[in-house]
């Protein structure tokens, strides 16, 4: 079994930074993708950022410039610093992550359970 499990979530004023982990565990051979979504009320769930193993990062507009994720494949994690925040980055965030399981054929999605992030003065 394979689990990701987030931490870093709560509340941080306008303006402010906040920073969100995410470790992989469980049987892992090895992770290729590992990013971030976040999904707002009343909204779609949408790509903040993707990490690949290399180290090729991928941003959604709205958060290009402000918003900068980075992995520590030795301890299978993956980070997102989140600085300027905006109430409109207020969401919960998944982590995800492609990971090759021993025993398995190939790579697979997984997902954490989520947490919450609100910008709020």
């Known amino acids: 079994q394979v689990q990701l499990v987030e931490s870093g979530g709560g509340l941080v004023q306008p303006g402010g930074s906040m920073r969100l982990s995410c470790a992989a565990s469980?049987?892992?051979?090895?992770?290729?993708?590992m990013g971030w979504y976040r999904q707002a009320p009343g909204k779609e769930r949408e790509l903040v950022a993707t990490?690949?193993?290399?180290?090729?990062?991928n941003y959604g507009d709205s958060v290009k410039g402000r918003f900068t994720i980075s992995r520590d494949n030795a301890k299978n994690t993956v980070y997102l610093q989140m600085n300027s925040l905006k109430p409109e980055d207020t969401a919960v965030y998944y982590c995800n992550a492609d990971i090759w399981q021993f025993g398995a054929s190939s790579f697979y999605n997984h997902w954490g359970r989520g947490t919450q992030v609100t910008v709020s003065s």
């Open positions: 990490i690949f193993s290399g180290g090729r990062t």
């Open positions: 469980g049987s892992i051979l090895s992770i290729n993708a």
